[in-house]
């Protein structure tokens, strides 16, 4: 996930809209979640907790988002697959029923389909990133969100993981039960998801390396070394390159990534032999289990 450059137009200019938290989040609790064990069952008869879903992404402005994938399919191919990215990410957070932040950065009306984007976006709480590297604009989005949404619990993912089902960020938010932070491993070593009880947790990103083969085992360390209890979830593939994409677009081809990928005149020739996701060793990311508590130097309230 990579997050750089300016904010976009309409957001708040410190990276917070101004005002308390809108009304889009609407109730902090939701009586008619579905019963059971977890953050998301009734538990004694009480109101379930809503937390919010932040999504830290680029606006896909060519030369600017999926650099990597663009050395192979060219700028503008690459603009377009990161914009259905980002809308088949929107459309997995907005299954969850949950409301949504996105800490966005870059020109959106430079981006192919902007109408479509801007479309998406009008029933999110859109946000600047702010900071000096992605860590930092990573923690700053965390805090950011929490504030507009009155300190809900947060579940982050970034739009580089298009085949991502609600049900994957339902399941992340339910290990919250047992933890204070989850991480979502990625098959190159980094990260895909991290979901915390409170923003402060995720304060630890700013001082990680990002983009790297050892961010996940990095990211892991810094929150257990906080004192959190955390916990993992299931590991997905980001897309940075064609073969990244061919994988991604095999594991879900209805989605709107999947179905630019298939159609694309040059795939074949772009994607040499390509491993599947069942050929990708899980990154070794050391995630203290549920059942192995890591030191805590504080509490968090449920």
Known sequence: MTALGGGVGGAGRAGVPSGAASSKFGPE??????????VTGRAAGRPVPRPVALVV???????FAKTRLAATVGPIAAAELAADSLLDTLAAAADTGWPIVVALTGDLDAAPRAGVLREALAAC????????????????AHADASAVSGRRMTVQIGADTPQVRSGDLVAAYDRLARCDAVV??????GWWLLAVRQSTIASCLASVPMSRSDTGVRTVRALAGGGWRVGATGQLRDVDTAADAEAVA???PASRFGRRWAAQPWRRDCTSVPPSAEDISPASVPIVGTDVQSRRKRAVAP
Do not use: F, H, N, Y
Not at 29 to 38: E, S, V, Y
Not at 57 to 63: E, I, L, M, R, W
């Open 125 to 140: 709480t859109v946000i600047d990133q702010r900071g000096r590297g992605l860590g930092e604009r990573l923690a700053s």
């Open 184 to 189: 979502g491993p990625a098959a190159d070593g």
């Open 29 to 38: 609790t939701d009586d008619l979640a579905p019963l059971g064990g977890g």
């Open 57 to 63: 992404a680029k606006a896909p402005v060519p030369g």
């Open 250 to 252: 095999a594991d879900a």
